[in-house]
């Protein structure tokens, strides 16, 4: 996390014994890591690399990427950890992040992913069957952590550098 700006990953851990039983490479700054509610996809986000990563949790394997970085919104190819080894400190050649990702919410019935965009300001939630942004919620100064209620029927929003929370109805998409 304050390392290198170079791919990192995510452990999977064996709660019962603590045990660390896969290590998946994500992104740069993996941040905000969601289960479904059924327990079967792993969402977290790429702060540096403006990425949402969805990872398979019968496989621990990264079954899909999507890009968040205004205007070039879309999914993205999914590559082995290994064509990532070896490579260098690539800081400097990576692009400013426009999104800044560090949560990633799935609705209460897993249809639906929330991603708070820190540096842009707002919410994006993404459709989990087409893989596509669906709405935008303008929020507050720097959306940092999410949470939807067990209902379904709010999305809560700490708001980092505005010092706040804000909540969102989510059937209209109203703050």
């Not at 590559?79 to 050649?93: F, I, K, N, V, Y």
Request: glycine share 8%; hydrophobic share 35%; net charge neutral.
């Amino acid at each position: 996390l304050h390392g290198k700006m170079v791919p990192s990953s995510v452990s999977v851990i064996y709660t019962p014994t603590s045990t660390e039983v896969a290590r998946p490479e994500t992104c740069t700054m993996p941040h905000g890591s969601r289960v479904t509610p059924d327990g079967a996809w792993q969402y977290s986000t790429c702060m540096m690399d403006d990425q949402l990563v969805e990872i398979d949790t019968r496989t621990f394997e990264v079954a899909r990427r999507f890009r968040l970085a205004l205007g070039q919104e879309g999914p993205v190819a999914t590559l082995p950890a290994t064509e990532h080894a070896g490579h260098a400190d690539h800081s400097m050649s990576m692009p400013k992040p426009t999104c800044s990702p560090t949560w990633a919410q799935p609705s209460a019935d897993g249809a639906r992913i929330y991603v708070a965009c820190n540096k842009a300001d707002e919410i994006v939630e993404l459709d989990r069957a087409t893989w596509a942004i669906t709405r935008r919620f303008k929020t507050g100064r720097g959306p940092y952590n999410l949470a939807v209620t067990p209902d379904g029927r709010l999305l809560v929003v700490s708001l980092k550098q505005g010092g706040g929370v804000q909540v969102f109805e989510l059937a209209g998409g109203t703050s």
